[in-house]
């Protein structure tokens, strides 16, 4: 296990090459430093997000299907590094799963394409977010021996993210029931301190931003004024729609709950890649809007003491 | 049987004091509900503690508690499992669920048990009347009337019955299954931050009438829920409402088979709800994948290139938004023009199989529903040697009189 290679099909998603550029450069570099090797799905759509689930449910069922199906091709499972990219997929693999007759309705759709998604064994073809793969494939234990700074003094607040840890029974939580507390062994593994406070299972507030700008920013102002009462010097989250709202959106936030603000948002590749040596700079940390000034300084202290 | 510590937050108001915590032992089999541990303590050790609870077999709806900071039933919670999930949370976080810093009371904590303590609360977003007791006039049955939770036919009603064809009927008996219990009204995370917000149980008994054939008011009712700031546009997917559900109903999906609906029906509402969706999906169908930008300038102000007619709400939140893109032009986040210029960003390499995806799924729209299919292999393996198909009755609960 300890020296066993790690190759994944990898789906990045669509904000991580938009409005979180940070992320997509950090997963790279971060995976680089582990030995996990990435094989891009550069063809691969949108996973609609549950919007276009919404919308219409068979369309979002057939355009994952697209991407379960690009990501068998290359023979390897999928890793994505989006909680609600893995929450979306998810939903519609749970239904595709559920039955075969609806399943070749699906893959119908795709045959003019030279695509059909194949339902995987037990312990078969899997989809798991970068957090999932960490703890259950890469190792914990594994983990640790790569870490050369590790993030001592650093008070780190979980935030998962709403699609990575509801509805249980979705997401695999009876084969992984400790999936609601990866972050919290992450950051112990890479030498942090955890801090607990109300909102890290919560939601950001992110898919009503447009729709319901208040409620949205009480929420992602709620999470960071809890986070930062608690001691909190940042917050990592596997999310980048969290990240969006948490962080993108952190000032107007404040002025909704009406208090400071400024708080590091961390994206969990960003989180890792710094226990491994990483630059902070090298890890997009400057593309943030929330300084992360004060985690640099915290660790550089924390070393030298 | 088995030794727990049940820690439970308690309130009196004719104390004049806030409320507090007290500790219990109880003890009982670990197969035995929550509910039963509190009776327990209620029995032995204090009479006063108050709780709601009848038929103690998830039917009634009335012991709507959080366990370990979930919304669920007492009865329908093993203490032997809360216990394992007490112990899992403290070992991986280092606190219980009882964040709150109120002061401890009763013998309980110190005489300790094995495991740590399995938190029990009253029920969220509702105001406490005693201990575990909370009124649910204010939070949950008021939004269950706003959304006029009885059938509106036309016309002159038949002589006998209204007869309508089984299978129109199926669709909604997922939302039949809901007993009024508010577990999920507790676990809204949009009422938290918005008291305001319609909730999950009103939102999913609106469904249970939209769904059924025999309504004739669908498009008014829609219009209703689409056009309320505090609406189905103010759900934030958040899936707690489907984890805290004791019965399936899965009110979130029924929130979404709301949006649906509206939708299908073409209702703009001032949200800006179904600009939302359509901006979304339309980018889909010529992208492949998203472009942000052009997401919030078409949520906002659909057709602004072509038409140039956005509204009020649409100018305010566009220039709403101008210190966000500056800031993120500042720090790099979208200095590349394809991230700031809506409609600039990159088609996928094969964007016509994309194409031929939506055209596909249009013609069909089919919806499968895991709570009425079922599983396949769900069947014992003889069933299926013998031929015999899957009905078409609800995996879950019995449909109920459509009350």
Redesign the interface.
């Known amino acids: 296990m300890a020296s066993e290679k790690i190759k994944v099909a990898y789906w990045p998603g669509c904000v991580s090459r938009g409005f979180t550029p940070e992320l997509h450069g950090s997963m790279a570099l971060v995976a680089q430093k582990l030995g996990i090797e990435l094989v891009e799905l550069d063809r691969a759509n949108c996973c609609g997000a549950g919007v276009i689930a919404e919308h219409n449910q068979e369309l979002a069922d057939t355009l994952n299907a697209r991407t379960f199906a690009l990501a068998q091709q290359t023979g390897l499972s999928m890793m994505n590094i989006c909680s609600t990219c893995q929450g979306a997929q998810s939903e519609c693999q749970q239904r595709l799963d559920a039955d075969s007759a609806y399943r070749a309705h699906v893959n119908e759709a795709l045959s003019g394409q030279g695509l059909s998604y194949e339902k995987g064994e037990e312990g078969g073809w899997t989809n798991k977010n970068f957090l999932w793969l960490l703890v259950e494939d890469y190792g914990l234990d594994r983990l640790k021996e790569q870490v050369v700074r590790p993030l001592s003094g650093l008070r780190v607040g979980p935030f998962y993210g709403c699609y990575i840890v509801r509805p249980k029974e979705r997401l695999g939580y009876n084969h992984y029931p400790d999936r609601d507390i990866y972050l919290e062994k992450v950051i112990e593994a890479l030498g942090g301190q955890i801090v607990e406070y109300d909102g890290a299972r919560k939601c950001c507030g992110f898919p009503v931003i447009t729709m319901s700008r208040e409620t949205s920013l009480r929420q992602a102002g709620t999470h960071v004024g809890d986070a930062i009462d608690a001691g909190a010097d940042c917050l990592v989250t596997p999310c980048p729609l969290c990240h969006l709202n948490l962080d993108m959106q952190q000032p107007e936030a404040a002025k909704v709950v009406n208090r400071d603000l400024g708080l590091a948002v961390l994206h969990l590749p960003q989180l890792v890649g710094l226990a491994l040596g990483a630059d902070p700079k090298e890890l997009g940390m400057a593309k943030h809007i929330a300084s992360t000034r004060w985690v640099e300084e915290r660790l550089t202290s924390g070393v030298a003491a | 049987m088995a030794e727990y510590t049940i820690k439970v937050r308690r309130f009196q108001p004719e104390s004049g004091e806030g409320p507090y915590w007290e500790q219990f032992n109880v003890d009982l089999d670990p197969s035995l509900s929550v509910l039963d541990g509190l009776l327990q303590a209620k029995d032995n050790e204090d009479g006063s503690l108050a709780v709601r609870c009848s038929c103690r077999a998830a039917i009634c709806g009335s012991c709507g508690m959080k366990v370990n900071g979930q919304s669920t039933l007492g009865c329908k919670t093993q203490i032997g499992e809360a216990q394992e999930q007490a112990d899992?949370?403290v070992g991986?976080?280092?606190?219980s669920a009882a964040?709150a810093d109120s002061p401890i009371r009763g013998e309980g904590a110190d005489l300790g048990s094995a495991g740590n303590p399995i938190v029990i609360e009253p029920m969220g977003n509702m105001p406490v009347i005693k201990d575990l007791i909370t009124d649910m006039e204010s939070t949950h049955w008021t939004k269950i009337r706003r959304v006029t939770p009885w059938l509106l036919p036309h016309g002159e009603p038949p002589e006998r019955e209204y007869i309508v064809d089984p299978e129109s009927m199926i669709d909604i008996t997922q939302s039949m299954a809901c007993i009024q219990c508010g577990a999920c009204v507790s676990s809204c995370?949009?009422m938290?931050?918005?008291p305001g917000?319609i909730g999950p149980a009103a939102l999913a008994k609106a469904y249970r009438f939209v769904g059924d054939p025999r309504d004739a008011e669908t498009q008014e009712r829609l219009h209703d829920l689409a056009e309320d700031?505090h609406g189905i546009?103010?759900?934030?997917?958040?899936?707690?409402c489907?984890?805290a559900c004791p019965k399936g109903v899965?009110p979130m999906d029924q929130i979404?088979r709301l949006?649906?609906r509206a939708?299908e029906e073409g209702i703009e509402d001032p949200?800006?709800?179904h600009d939302?969706?359509?901006a979304?999906?339309k980018i889909?169908e010529k992208k492949?994948?998203?472009?942000?930008s052009l997401l919030?300038q078409e949520?906002?102000a659909p057709g602004v290139k072509g038409k140039l007619k956005p509204n009020r709400r649409a100018i305010r939140?566009m220039i709403?938004s101008i210190?966000?893109a500056i800031?993120?032009i500042k720090?790099?986040?979208?200095r590349s023009l394809h991230?700031l210029i809506p409609g600039v960003?990159p088609k996928?390499?094969?964007q016509d199989?994309?194409k031929?995806?939506?055209k596909?799924?249009?013609e069909?729209?089919?919806?499968?529903n895991?709570y009425i299919?079922?599983?396949?292999g769900e069947l014992a393996e003889e069933d299926v040697e013998k031929g015999i198909e899957r009905s078409a009755e609800p995996a879950g609960q019995e449909a109920d009189s459509g009350q």
């Open positions: 899992k949370m991986a976080t280092g606190v964040v995370l949009s938290e931050a918005d917000f700031p546009y103010d759900c934030t997917h958040c899936f707690s489907i984890d899965a979404m949006r649906r939708g949200n800006s709800g939302h969706e359509i979304f999906v889909i492949g994948t998203l472009d942000e919030l949520s906002f939140e709403g210190p966000i800031r993120g720090t790099g986040k979208m991230k960003h996928l390499p094969d199989d994309v031929a995806i939506f596909h799924a249009e069909h729209n089919e919806e499968f895991l299919k079922g599983e396949e």
